[in-house]
């Protein structure tokens, strides 16, 4: 099915499907040696791993926004116009240009607390007044000073650090298998 959903994409050709199944790297290598010397017009070469697992973040992306919505009773309610968005960077940025021991196993759960604490602020300070387009407005003035903190936080560090901070906030499907998905 996602097959024939790419391949009726204009401008598409799957010239090969890599499957589920774990390839090595020298034959990954090989296998993407010959796609490109047979198809030089190819850009980019994505196995099925990496669309499923790109349209599963697309999903999930799409799922916070609805469950925001819903109960603000606010069809602009999104994490980036309450502050969760900016709370969860302002806290990847500290622990990643600081270098705070923070296990790796706890990043998540670090940014989903700071994204929860910079919504609860946010939704704390709206308690009372029910109109949505105050609470927006409320919400992007601390999106607002959050990012300034991110941004003074960033020029506090080193190069190799703001690099590796912005491969957290902006993700990546580099080197991601079926491991992932699952």
Do not use: C
Not at 43 to 52: F, I, N, S, Y
Not at 77 to 92: D, H, Q, T
Not at 124 to 150: C, T
């Amino acid at each position: 099915a996602m097959r024939d959903t790419l391949r009726a994409l204009p401008g598409v050709t799957i010239v090969a499907d890599i499957s589920p199944a774990t390839v090595d790297k020298e034959g990954g290598y090989r296998t993407m040696k010959t796609i490109l010397l047979a198809q030089p017009n190819i850009d980019v070469v994505l196995g099925a791993d990496t669309v499923v697992l790109g349209a599963l973040a697309g999903a999930m992306l799409a799922l916070a926004g609805v469950l925001m919505q819903d109960p603000l009773r606010n069809p602009l309610a999104r994490p980036e116009l309450l502050g969760v968005s900016s709370g969860a960077s302002v806290v990847m940025a500290a622990v990643t240009i600081f270098h705070l021991p923070l296990p790796w196993d706890l990043y998540p759960l670090a940014a989903l607390a700071g994204g929860m604490i910079a919504g609860g602020v946010v939704l704390y300070a709206m308690r009372r007044l029910g109109d949505p387009v105050r609470l927006i407005l409320m919400g992007v003035s601390v999106g607002a000073l959050l990012y300034a903190a991110i941004i003074a936080i960033v020029s506090l560090g080193q190069q190799n650090d703001v690099g590796l901070l912005y491969l957290y906030l902006l993700g990546s499907l580099a080197n991601r298998t079926w491991m992932y998905v699952n």
